[in-house]
């Protein structure tokens, strides 16, 4: 191992120091916490806010629920996922693979794989507590526990494992993280990677890099180049998708402020409405939507960019 | 949303939300039917955030908004004069307030597992609001007996809380 590679691995491991160092001392924080909580407790009224308190049949509830979405009544084992689930079209996929050859990189995929492929804007939870959002029409293919190939743009929240670590492939190059979080996406001739928190270790072409926080590399058939940007702009796509269906001006202003974290006012004690709002707003600005709003409702408002104040609307 | 987590903010949120809504509907028939409602509507419009409190939030308000909603339309038919504070700004559900409906499900499932007369004084004492002297005379003990109960009962939920918030923080 070169000079520079066992620096950049000690560093790793300095990192990894210290983030063990902070989850100790979160935990102790916590521990404190319970005691201010309890503390709380004894100073405060709030216990009273139990009376009346009942246990409810959640069980039942849940039957309920999943009475009424079928998708619900699948055995968690099927790893049913919205809006697709593909497992055994994958044997027919892999031929295609192989025929069209764009995927030499890749290794050969096992029939359990399990293959995720987005419509929309989607969040996945793993069973080691990673949070992968893929944009649409991404392709993520999980090869094991904490291991998966990319093609496409997915936001990754990976859970903290110092012994297991998280593998991404793409066709441009492989990264490697203990805990942390970026943006990754691909294309046919490149992958982009962007981070956010932690560190990354990329490797292709027989160089390691090492990414942290506003790092971004890009890399393609020749080679890889990282450069540092200030503001992590790079996954503001991620949350920018409202979709309605049959819902009142009321609802539908509720929500936008609660997307965009703002204040709503209704400047007359309108009732709520007889609207029948059927819309996605997908990556627009709020001014966008309300004026859209303003078209579809008739809506009359303010907003300063803090608040909107809901004047009057008009539905037919 | 994935249908495990669906499934798993359910199991965890389902109890406090419905005691929220009871709270304003004061009704547990109903309370249970906007849960149900609004969980429902959040799978079909397909609601999800990458931050996880982000979509609680957005759950204890809905089943807020739908509670009070419920009450105004109520109350219309009855003809009776609405106290407004709450109509014009949106009631947004902030963080505190899930954890602190979190959190008092998590009293309420401790005390339930205290020894029974623990239980019994720490209910009248802090859920009640009687006064030491006042429970004394109804179960007729000592007051001692009673700041006792009452002493024992704040240590064991530190300790269950202690507890519980590590291992929460684990998974």
Known sequence: MTLNNKIKNSLLTAHQNEELEAIEKWKKQLHENADELVAHLESSKITEQLRGYQTVDSAAAWDKVSSRIPELSVPDSAKVLRPKFINVIWKIAAVMILVVGAYIGFKQLDTTSTVFESQLVEVITMNDGSNITLDEGTKLVQLADRAYNLEGRAYFRVAKDPKHPFTVKTLHGQLTVLGTEFNIWTTDQSTHVAVTEGTVRFVWLDKEYILTRGDVLVSNSKGANITHIDKMGYDSWKDKSLKFKDDNLHFVLQNIAVFYKVDLVFSDESEFDSCKINSIFREETIDQVLKELNVLAGLDYDFDGQTITAKSFNCN | ?171
């Open chain 2, 1 to 171: 949303m994935d249908a495990i987590l669906f499934k798993a903010i359910f199991k965890e949120h389902y109890q406090p939300l419905s005691n929220m809504a009871f709270r304003i509907l004061n009704d547990f028939a109903k309370a249970e039917d906007v849960v149900q409602d609004v969980f429902v509507k959040v799978w079909y419009d397909d609601i999800s955030f990458d931050d996880h409190t982000k979509t609680l939030g957005y759950l204890y308000t809905m089943v807020k908004n739908r509670s009070y909603e419920i009450i105004r339309l109520e109350s219309k038919e009855k003809n009776i004069v609405q106290n407004a504070s709450y109509i014009n700004k949106l009631p947004s559900v902030e963080i505190d307030e899930i954890e602190k409906w979190s959190l008092l499900n998590s009293v309420y499932a401790h005390i339930r597992q205290m020894p029974p007369k623990t239980a019994e004084v720490f209910t009248e004492a802090k859920i009640n609001g009687l006064s030491y002297a006042q429970i004394a005379a109804k179960l007729d003990i000592s007051l001692k007996t009673v700041e006792a109960h009452v002493t024992k009962a704040y240590k064991m939920l530190r300790k269950d809380l202690n507890e519980q918030k590590i291992k929460v923080f684990n998974t």
